[in-house]
């Protein structure tokens, strides 16, 4: 089975502060890790993915991530917070041996990130 | 390139009903993936089609069903339908790369379905 848990509801945080939203994960091979953005009444918007190589993954709208095997995580961060960066976060797993190669993405529960000014 | 589009935006039903979603990929994409979002449950997979074939069904009972055309576009059935159906139903598309597992889906901006 594949899962992904985000232990945070809602994260608060200063504008110009740095942010961290918090996922991990749980699969049995090696995950794809997808980080998606949603604003209200819109679809989701891609940000950024880990699929191989580089740990530190960079994405859009100036947003990173780091993959951790050991610890099992994937958080999302950014050096500098906007007002408009607040939003609904979902981190997402896909197991590529689970899903036959498919596109099946199980994704985490949300994060509702505010910033204030 | 024109994103991922979806027809209704909006829709309003009763108990009983059957409903059809209607998906537009991105243009090239082959493989199409639908999610059912709703505040107790989250974002749930419910299918993915790719050259017409269903490639993964989620956890969902038989009144969902799904169907791709040849030209990509898809449209998901909800037949019967329940309180609990209502929803924020997304489509998502990406390129359909064969057994690799490592595409982006891009989605579109849902269809909310209200089941009364």
């Known amino acids: 089975a594949q899962s992904v848990a985000q232990p945070e509801d809602q994260v608060n945080v200063a504008e110009g502060n740095p942010l961290t939203v918090k996922c991990t994960y749980s699969?049995?091979?090696?995950?794809?890790l997808f980080w998606y953005v949603q604003y209200p009444n819109r679809g989701l918007q891609f940000l950024l993915k880990?699929?191989?190589?580089?740990?530190l993954v960079k994405g859009s709208y100036g947003f990173e991530a780091e993959f951790n095997k050991s610890q099992t995580s994937f958080h999302l961060k950014k050096p500098s917070a906007l007002v408009s960066d607040s939003a609904l976060y979902f981190c997402a797993v896909r197991d590529p041996i689970l899903t036959g190669g498919g596109n099946k993405l199980t994704f985490g529960t949300g994060t509702q990130l505010k910033v204030e000014l | 390139k024109a994103g991922v589009t979806q027809t209704p935006r909006y829709l309003i039903k009763t108990r009983g009903q059957q409903v059809t979603l209607s998906c537009s990929p991105i243009?090239?994409?082959?493989?199409v993936s639908w999610y059912q979002q709703t505040p107790g449950q989250g974002l749930q997979f419910l299918f993915e089609?790719?050259?017409?074939?269903?490639?993964n069904k989620g956890n969902f009972p038989g009144r969902f069903s799904g169907r791709q055309f040849s030209n990509s576009r898809s449209e998901m059935n909800v037949s019967t339908l329940e309180l609990g159906d209502s929803a924020l139903y997304l489509c998502?598309?990406?390129?359909?790369?064969?057994?690799?597992?490592?595409?982006?889906?891009?989605f579109g901006p849902g269809t909310r379905l209200l089941v009364l």
């Open positions: 880990y699929i191989t190589g580089d740990n």
């Open positions: 089609y790719f050259s017409e074939t269903q490639r």
């Open positions: 243009s090239g994409h082959r493989s």
């Open positions: 998502a598309s990406s390129l359909g790369l064969p057994g690799t597992g490592r595409e982006t889906q891009y």
């Open positions: 699969v049995s091979g090696n995950p794809y």
